[in-house]
């Protein structure tokens, strides 16, 4: 997917855990687990404002959009 | 999802009367098949083959066309058996809360296709029968055996378009359970 997740990145910014995210944006570690890794297929208005509010960032922070070469 | 109490009745109805014609068809295939078998030995037996069913004459005019006549009805009938066997499986690993899953589906998917096999094979019987008939042959009784040819179709090209519906719930559920 040309949608890239830097979720680590910020919580590694953050020095801030998984489990503690997921305590403050009320996810559960599952869910997070798939955000982080990229395989979420779609994201709700309340979670990322959720995440964005925990973490102290903009969602561009975030996400980045990386164009795929065609082949 | 909560079922009402009235869906649930009606679900558990379905579920009873499922049993009840998978039982119908096994016996009538086993009975068959045990008279055909008996018949071979002792022709008397052909006076009544299943539920009236009398195959005398054509039993005495041509063995081959009615151990076709017979093979058939049994072959239609084990076929109608194994619908149910697999329309109660359905029904045990239907999951009424999370409905659409890849196991289901190919379920459905192989109830249109035998529903499908029983269609046509009934209406060429039936032709193939109407021929053997204008012939001169006595099939008797035999055509209620492969009448309801043209149901078994219809049903097959609603289960079908239920397959494809199905299909697409699968996306959307997957899509739904990745999205957080």
Not at chain 2, 143 to 153: F, H, S, V
Request: aromatic share 12%; glycine share 4%; proline share 2%.
């Amino acid at each position: 997917m040309p949608i890239i997740v830097n979720l680590d990145v910020m919580m590694a910014r953050r020095k801030m855990s998984l489990n503690e995210l997921s305590e403050k944006v009320g996810l559960t570690l599952s869910n997070l687990s798939i955000l982080k890794t990229g395989k979420a297929k779609a994201i709700r208005f309340s979670t990322l404002e959720a995440v964005c509010k925990a973490l102290d960032c903009q969602p561009a922070d975030i996400f980045e959009f990386v164009e795929k070469e065609n082949k | 999802m909560n079922m009402t109490k009235r869906n649930d009745f009606i679900w558990k109805a379905i579920q009873t009367a499922c049993w009840f014609f998978l039982a119908g068809y096994c016996v009538q295939a086993g009975a068959l098949l045990f008279n055909f078998v008996y018949s071979l030995f002792k022709p008397i037996a052909t006076h009544n083959l299943h539920l009236g069913l009398d195959l005398s004459e054509l039993f005495a005019k041509n063995k081959s066309v009615y151990a076709f006549v017979l093979i058939t009805i049994i072959g239609i009938s084990a076929l109608k058996a194994y619908v149910f066997v697999i329309v109660i499986r359905l029904f045990k690993i239907l999951n009424l809360v999370k409905p659409f899953s890849e196991k289901v589906s190919e379920i459905i998917t192989r109830i249109t296709w035998y529903a499908f096999s029983i269609g046509i094979i009934s209406l060429v019987v039936q032709e193939i029968i109407k021929r053997i008939s204008e012939k001169g042959y006595n099939t008797g009784l035999a055509e209620k055996y492969w009448n309801d040819g043209g149901a078994y179709l219809m049903m097959s090209a609603i289960l079908f378009v239920i397959a494809l519906i199905f299909q697409k719930g699968i996306e959307l559920q997957k899509e739904n359970e990745l999205t957080v």
